[in-house]
C-alpha cells in the first residue's frame, strides 16, 4: 500500500478559522448583502462544507455578532486614551474613523444598527466613549446618555449615506456627487419651495463630510450645555 503512495505529494491542507469565516461573511455582505451572507454561501466563499462553518458558530447570528465585533475590533481607540488631546477632538476623530471604517463596509452598517452592541469590542469602545465624557464634567449617567446619543447620530448618519450612495466604494468622489446634487436641485421653484430653492446649495452637501461634522459639533455643543431644571410641583403652582 505504501508503494501505491510512493511519490505522491499531499495538497496544503485548508484551515478554516474564524476569521476566514468572518472575513467571508464581510465580503459577501458588501457584496450582495445580509442575504449573500448566508451559512452555505460563507462556507463556498472559503471553500469548505457548511458543516465547517458550523464548528466555530453555532448560527448565521452569532456569524453576524462576530462580524460586527470584528469591525469595532479596528477601531483605534489611541484617540481616546490620549489626555492631552482635547475631549472633543477625540470624539470627532473616532466619528470619523468609524465613518470611514463603515464606509468601506456598507452591507455591514444595517447589522451594527440592527441589534445590540453588547459584544466585548463594542462594550469596550462605549466605556471609552463615556470615559471621555466624563472628562467633559458629564456624570456617568448623563456620560452614558450622550454616548448613546452619539451612537445614534454616528450610526444614524452613515446609514443615509449608504442609502443615498448604495456602495459607497463604488460612488464618484464626494465633489462630483455634490455638484450633482446640486444641479438636481436647480430645477425647484422658488414660488412653489422658496426655503428649499434658497438653499440649494446647503442641501446639495447633506450627504457630506462637511454635514457630518456640522452635525457632530451641534451634538458636541449641547453635551455639556446645562438643561434647564424643571419646577417641581409646588414652584409651578406658586407661578400660577
Known amino acids: 500500500m505504501a508503494e501505491q503512495f510512493k511519490g505522491f505529494r499531499r495538497g496544503p491542507r485548508r484551515v478554516s478559522t474564524e476569521q476566514d469565516i468572518v472575513e467571508a461573511a464581510l465580503s459577501l455582505l458588501d457584496e450582495g448583502g445580509v442575504t449573500a451572507a448566508s451559512i452555505r ?88 466613549l463615556m470615559e471621555v465624557l466624563a472628562s467633559a464634567g458629564l456624570s456617568p449617567t448623563d456620560a452614558a446618555k450622550a454616548a448613546y446619543l452619539l451612537v445614534v447620530y454616528v450610526f444614524g448618519s452613515i446609514a443615509l449615506d449608504v442609502a443615498d450612495l448604495g456602495d459607497i466604494r463604488q460612488a464618484p468622489p464626494e465633489a462630483e456627487r455634490i455638484k450633482a446634487r446640486q444641479a438636481g436641485f436647480s430645477s425647484i421653484t422658488a414660488e412653489t419651495y422658496p426655503l428649499s430653492a434658497s438653499t440649494a446649495e446647503v442641501m446639495a452637501r447633506y450627504v457630506s463630510t462637511e454635514q457630518y461634522l456640522w452635525g457632530l459639533h451641534r451634538v458636541l455643543d449641547g453635551l455639556t450645555h446645562p438643561l434647564p431644571q424643571k419646577p417641581d410641583s409646588a414652584t409651578a403652582a406658586a407661578a400660577t
Open 41 to 128: 454561501g460563507i462556507a463556498a466563499r472559503i471553500g469548505v462544507a457548511p458543516n465547517a462553518v458550523y464548528t466555530y458558530f453555532p448560527d448565521k447570528a452569532a456569524v453576524v455578532k462576530a462580524t460586527v465585533e470584528h469591525l469595532f475590533g479596528q477601531v483605534d481607540h489611541a484617540a481616546f486614551a490620549d489626555p492631552e488631546i482635547p475631549w472633543r477632538r477625540r470624539i470627532e476623530l473616532i466619528a470619523i474613523e468609524l465613518r470611514e471604517r463603515l464606509k468601506a463596509h456598507p452591507g455591514a452598517v444595517g447589522l451594527m444598527i440592527g441589534g445590540p452592541m453588547d459584544g466585548p469590542r463594542a462594550l469596550a469602545l462605549n466605556e471609552r
